[in-house]
């Protein structure tokens, strides 16, 4: 197997952050090389290094040993290697064939060699297992069907590297099997596969070797066949971890209820019936944009329900607000905590007061007051573990595992009956996902009812004492704890459960 | 190239940006001074001896700042909360034009009429933002477009009321409204000084919108809205609530500017009583990087620029245009320095 790729002491530094530290590894043709690590360790950054949009301080990238020219985007993809961004480059309102195309040749003469463009579309699509319709637009298309036509585009450019950013994120079980699938083809046939993941099952099923980053260095390198999960997760934490304990669950009342509950919008929900008990975690398995957003939404008091009904407590929602959501003790974790649940330039003290900064004691009478707003602030800052200067600081100067403590103390600190958890671990490294767990299992055990919107099913399956799947805004009939497999949940997730599964 | 974030720029960075733009406004300056035939360093010291060179030049710099400082504050608070008010002018306009209904046809006692003429101007300048404001948080039309559009509309119509029902009978045929009786001008804050009231007043708003914006509730609602809007809805502000606040605010401080030279400066109204003050409050308001105490900081500096101008003009033969320009540029070299200072550029 010759050498296709090699990185050789890549140092990058971002003012006093040493984003990478003196990297190296190589790849081989034919081989999947994973590169684990957490949010934050570094490879992203490389990858930018790679593909020449960062200028590497220190290091060399080479490429069938020729090397590259640092800085030049564009070097990378000559010399083919080709990328698949977790936010897809694609343009909507054009075809499949047009995307992939598109680029490739001149300006003007894009009618010309369409046929042939064609024809090698479909001997692309049908080697490598990746099918799509040539003359769909691409705005009608699934995230799955378009992680497809990237892949295409980079191999359609001769890619004999192919590098795919944390692909598995978007993807249902079975897509992802069928990703694999056209990885294990792809390198069948000679071309190398980086796999940049965090995800150790994902990683250990279809990498040959696993390339671990922590802190910008790399910590380890393994072959697959020779390691075990437990072994990367240390190596990529820095330290042993234990998930934590899930006592069996005590049901209590139904707190919020919905009923055929409709939403407006696209995806909205659709006929949703979903009841939330006092003390359980109830969890929403989907793939990403297939109504969670509308749940969330609505659970926050920005979105109404146009049909169908919703109770809280046992009572309609009346005229419903996300202040009204605030009111009934609802404690609300947005999805995106930085453009929603926080104010990037406010510091921290604004940022904890954000909900309740009307109230006594926040204010009184139309004025602010700053010390009680302080104090509450520096009592987050110490109860919920928020490493930071002081109250005083911009939150987007925070990490993004900070910034969902100091989110957790502002909603958790009145001891919430109903908690509203969306997407709460997403980007945050193991010690901070921990501490969400934590504290959900902690809310649960104190009678709160908790809804659970994530993508991550190991999470959904080790937190949820109630699981439902959600697709094009429907969701499916709840399942207890340990009555629903993966591949079942799979098949909900993609709109085919109850046919031919459950 | 590209822009990289600073995470946390240093004092250096944030402090010495912007005393480079206004270097490079003075070089700027320099080479037009000596473009246009004059010797650069005999122009600039001449805007300078204009603007600050004896009491005379000074009392002038006041007066001129005293209309910036509230449009100034009215453009600051409504940017601040990303209500794009481009209409200061035309909310001005109106605010005269209530400074002059109340002050000749009010017939309220003498005490009184001032701040009735005041209260009024606010209420007019308010509603004038009032509508826009409405449009875009009912029916999202963009404010920029139609405040700036408005400021036409209410010059014509401040034209037709000077040729009209407001037309002076003793004003030998000039379009300009019939004086203010004498208990309706604004007296002067000292005697013998030419400085009305007016810059008084403004230097009140300031403090006070700071004292909103820094100490209350509704100016932590309006900073949180112009700093994310999203946010501030999802934590359960009323946004479109507050917007409508700020606009009321907004509106009422721009139109202060037109009732202060109106009853401090004129007398009268004339269709020429700004001569774009509202627009040039967008300078004075970024210059300041929106805070309420900056503005009379540049405010002054504005106008200390039109008045030295102004006054090198006439003996350097130097355009006086060549204010604009400065301040153009000023406002160029400024903006770029603020982007700086939290972004440096990265090759590649």
């Not at chain 1, 799509?132 to 980079?154: C, F, M």
Request: aromatic residues 4%; glycine residues 12%; charged residues 20%.
């Amino acid at each position: 197997m010759a050498e296709i790729l090699r990185l050789d002491g890549i140092t990058k530094r971002f003012g006093p952050v040493l984003a990478n530290d003196d990297i190296s590894f190589a790849l081989n043709e034919g081989e999947v090389l994973a590169l684990l690590g957490e949010n934050g360790a570094g490879k992203t950054t490389l990858m930018n290094i790679l593909f020449g949009h960062y200028m590497a301080d220190a290091g060399t990238v080479t490429v069938a040993g020729t090397p590259l020219p640092p800085g030049q985007p564009g070097a990378a993809l000559e010399a083919g290697v080709g990328m698949v961004h977790q936010h897809f480059t694609l343009a909507g309102n054009l075809s499949v064939l047009d995307n992939v195309m598109l680029g490739t040749r001149p300006l003007f003469s894009l009618r010309a060699g369409r046929r042939a463009a064609r024809a090698r579309l479909a001997e692309l699509s049908g080697r490598f297992g990746l099918a799509v319709d040539p003359d769909a637009r691409v705005a009608d298309l699934s995230v799955g069907e378009r992680q497809r036509v990237e892949i295409l585009k980079a191999l359609y450019r001769d890619a004999r590297v192919l590098i795919l950013d944390e692909p598995t994120a978007v993807l249902t079980p079975q897509e992802v099997e069928a990703l694999f699938a056209t990885i294990r083809k792809a390198v069948a046939q000679g071309l190398a596969v980086v796999f940049i993941s965090h995800k150790l099952g994902e990683v250990m099923a279809v990498a040959d070797r696993v390339v671990i980053l922590r802190r910008g260095a790399k910590v380890a390198e393994m072959r697959s066949a020779e390691t075990d999960r437990h072994r990367l997760a240390e190596a990529m934490v820095g330290a042993e971890i234990t998930p934590p304990d899930v006592p069996p669950a005590v049901p209590g009342e139904v707190l919020f209820r919905l009923d055929r509950v409709s939403t407006a919008g696209t995806p909205g929900l659709r006929a949703a019936s979903l009841a939330l008990r006092a003390g359980t975690i109830t969890g929403i398995a989907g793939v990403s944009g297939n109504g969670q957003r509308a749940l969330a939404d609505l659970l926050s008091g920005l979105e109404v329900p146009v049909e169908g009904r919703a109770e809280l407590m046992g009572a309609g929602l009346g005229i419903w607000s996300p202040r009204r959501a605030v009111g009934a003790g609802i404690a609300r974790i947005p999805e995106d905590r930085h453009a929603t649940g926080a104010i990037a330039d406010f510091d921290l003290t604004g940022n904890a007061m954000l909900e309740d900064y009307h109230r006594p004691p926040m204010s009184r009478r139309g004025w602010l007051d700053r010390r009680a707003a302080r104090r509450r602030a520096e009592e987050i800052i110490a109860r919920y573990d928020v490493r930071c200067p002081g109250p005083a600081t911009p939150i987007r100067l925070l990490s993004g595992g900070n910034m969902q403590k100091l989110i957790l103390g502002r909603v958790l600190e009145a001891g919430p009956r109903i908690i509203l958890a969306a997407q709460p671990t997403r980007g945050l490294d193991i010690g901070a996902v921990t501490y969400v767990h934590r504290q959900l299992l902690a809310a649960r055990a104190r009678g709160a009812a908790v809804l659970l919107i994530s993508e991550d099913l190991d999470e959904l399956r080790a937190l949820s004492d109630v699981i439902h799947a959600i697709h094009d805004g429907e969701l499916s009939p709840a399942f207890a704890r340990g009555e629903i497999t993966v591949k079942e949940l799979g098949l909900w997730m993609a709109g085919q459960g109850g046919r031919d599964a459950a | 190239m590209r822009l990289e974030a600073i995470e946390a720029p240093g004092l250096a960075r944030r402090l010495g940006l912007p005393a480079a733009a206004l270097a490079a406004t003075v070089l700027v300056a320099a080479g037009l001074a000596a473009i246009a035939g004059g010797n650069p360093l005999d122009v600039l010291g001449q805007i300078v001896q204009g603007a600050a060179g004896s009491k005379f030049a000074r009392l002038e710099t006041l007066n001129r700042a005293t209309p910036l400082i509230f449009t100034g504050l009215a453009v600051a608070v409504a940017f601040r909360a990303r209500l794009w008010n481009i209409g200061a002018e035309a909310q001005l306009y109106l605010g005269a034009v209530a400074t002059v209904v109340i002050g000749t046809q009010s017939g309220l006692p003498g005490p009184l009429v001032i701040p009735a003429m005041a209260a009024a101007a606010v209420v007019a300048g308010g509603l004038m933002l009032l509508g826009p404001t409405l449009l875009k948080t009912r029916l999202g039309v963009d404010e920029v477009v139609t405040t700036l559009l408005l400021n036409f509309v209410v010059l014509l119509l401040v034209g037709y009321l000077l040729e009209g029902p407001m037309k002076d009978p003793m004003g030998m045929g000039w379009p300009k409204s019939p004086s203010l009786p004498a208990e309706a001008r604004l007296p002067r804050m000292a005697e013998g000084l030419r400085l009305h009231w007016g810059f008084g007043l403004a230097l009140i708003c300031a403090a006070g919108v700071w004292l909103l914006q820094a100490r209350t509730t509704l100016g932590f609602e309006m900073r949180a809205v112009g700093a994310n809007a999203r946010a501030a809805r999802f934590a359960g502000m009323p946004v479109n609530a507050v917007l409508v606040k700020t606009a009321l605010i907004s509106g009422g401080l721009a139109a202060l500017a037109g009732f202060s030279e109106v009853a401090g400066m004129k007398g009268n109204l004339t269709a020429d009583i700004s001569p774009g003050y509202g627009y040039t409050g967008i300078v004075v308001a970024m210059l300041a990087l929106l805070n309420p105490l900056g503005v009379v900081v540049s405010a002054l500096f504005v106008a200390g620029i039109f008045v030295g101008a102004d006054s090198m003009s006439r003996q350097a033969g130097v355009p006086s245009y060549i204010a604009d320009i400065l301040l153009a540029s000023a406002l160029l070299f400024m903006v770029a320095a603020l982007k700086l200072s939290r972004f440096r550029i990265v090759r590649g």
